[in-house]
């Protein structure tokens, strides 16, 4: 048999001690596993035994063994053990062992272009290992757009939870309760939030193609938010974006490279955002025209029966959370409000209550298996769901929408259940618990939201503990 | 190259018992013998790169290193401590002999810093470790280090 052949690249910031070590210590495991090895080193020196395209193409495995970046877009393709600089000094024998057993996964650069040519394209250089798992990376881009739209939400909806106080409509001009500062604050929240499915959109397709991405997510947010598609619309607006501009990457990929300044500046966000812009124009169509449907649909349900309405009315809300189907539930109940229909409304407010505060119950009761940053969202879910601002939530479902999103929508179904048994009428179409004094049966309402909310938030907990339990056994 | 390494930087049977003491000990030498031109600066190069990660290898080994523009020319410092010292080792045993690499900020020539990688590279070779364990005598191990540096990388 062929002497196997394995190329490394060590590097650490400082690069006096550890680089060496760590190549010295591939080294010696190669020797005597009696494996050909050619370690790259990135030193302070700079990079010293450089490895060829030649040495790349007939390796069987590649090592990075670094703290540092070894320009790891040249080993495209290639199957490649990804580890601290320690791991090389200390095991290095069993990185060469997951080489020899095929344990070590294929790595794939976005943007690869051969090698040399990296530094040229830094702004289109998104990288990332698949790990032959995909859920991963779909999972790593959406919490980039979580994490960054979740300032918008808190931000928007507390101020937004703020104008409440000074009364539910003292953001209108024409009516008595109005008062300018409240008005202001309305403003500017509602600013803030309107821009969170762009800004969801947006760092989804950031996280997928880097800057060029992030142009053509934002723009296809604002098209989803604008045409109504919620924030649903908003994650496949994030992730067609991200994935155009992969593709004009391939496309343009033969272009000669003095024009490279060009495409990032031109390029990539004229096509782009007229592409997302004919990509995502039929599919809103679509999505409001099932949201007119639906609308006519509930009026007619109301008559039957609570339990069927309350599922429904609570699916809805829970679903999709601000989006389409909550927005007709809502619209349809406050439609309902204006021909003296109060409980129609009710029901609704219950289950657009109910999501927050299922979150901000799962944080206080099951804090061990929320980050830090989770728990204090968390508790201003309880001031978002006081208020009716259902939105809050959706950070939390937006992170593993397949498995919260049920969990809410049982939550959102059993408050609006046990509302419409108790034949609860709301008159306001907005306010949360700031309009209990007008409610009628407003102890029976608390009640059904609070029950629905604790019966969600002890199964989203149990989620979120499972989910801790299952990372700390396969990590 | 033999200018980098010489008995007068070795300290065998040094009393420190602690990080910062090992720290202090290497830049008295360094100061003594005309190597760099502030202790305060050494110490406090020697942690901060500490602090990024452990410079703790394995068998009681460490090579604290720092490249600080009051370190005047590049040398090795050699600090044996009677006391095992806590520095999150790779092994998790506690260090007590310690390479330190002094470096200057403007060191443009890379021979030095290629004679310190050696000494690294040096480190992994077990015979080289037990040598400079067994070493009695400063000058036994200035030499040993010495030949390690100057040895052909292969």
Known sequence: MAKKKIVAATGCPTGIAHTFMAAEALQKAAEKLNVEIKVETHGQVGIENALTPQDIKEADGVIIAADKDVQADRFHGKSVVDVPVAKGIREPETLIQQILNGQAPVYYASDYKGSGEQDANNVEGATHHTNGKWIHTIYKHLMNGVSHMLPFVVGGGVLIAVSFLFGIYSADPKHEQYNEFAALLKEVGGLGFSLMVPILAAFIAESIAKRPGMVVGFIGGLLASQGGAGFLGGILAGFIAGYIIILLQKLLKNLPRSLDGLKSIFLYPVLGIFLIGIIMKPIIIPVTGLNEGLMDFLASVQSTNPLLLGLIVGAMCGFDMGGPFNKAAYVTGTLLLAEGNLYFMAGVSAACIAPPFIIAFATVMFPKYFSKEERNAGAVNFILGSTHITEGAIPFAAKNPIVVLPIIMLGSSIAAIMTYLFKVQVPAPHGGFLVLPVVTGAFQWVLSILVGSLVGALLYGMYRKKAAQKKKIEG | ?154
């Open chain 2, 1 to 154: 190259m033999k200018q980098m390494i010489q008995p007068e930087f070795i300290k065998l049977q040094a009393t420190a018992s602690s990080q910062q003491g090992v720290f202090q000990t290497i830049a008295d030498i360094a100061v003594a013998n005309g190597i760099a031109n502030s202790a305060e600066a050494v110490v406090e190069g020697l942690k901060a790169r500490e602090e990024e990660s452990t410079t703790g290898f394995q068998e009681g080994f460490a090579i604290p290193h720092t490249q600080v523009d009051e370190v005047k020319k590049p040398a090795i410092i050699i600090v044996r401590t009677e006391t095992g010292i806590e520095w999150e080792s790779f092994d998790g045993k506690p260090a007590f002999f310690f390479l330190s690499l002094l470096i200057p900020k403007s060191e443009a020539g890379t021979t030095h810093l290629q004679a310190l990688s050696a000494l690294s590279r040096a480190l992994i070779n077990e015979e080289i470790r037990q040598a400079m364990l067994t070493a009695t005598t400063e000058i036994e191990l200035a030499h040993i280090v010495s030949q390690a540096i100057s040895r052909e990388d292969d």
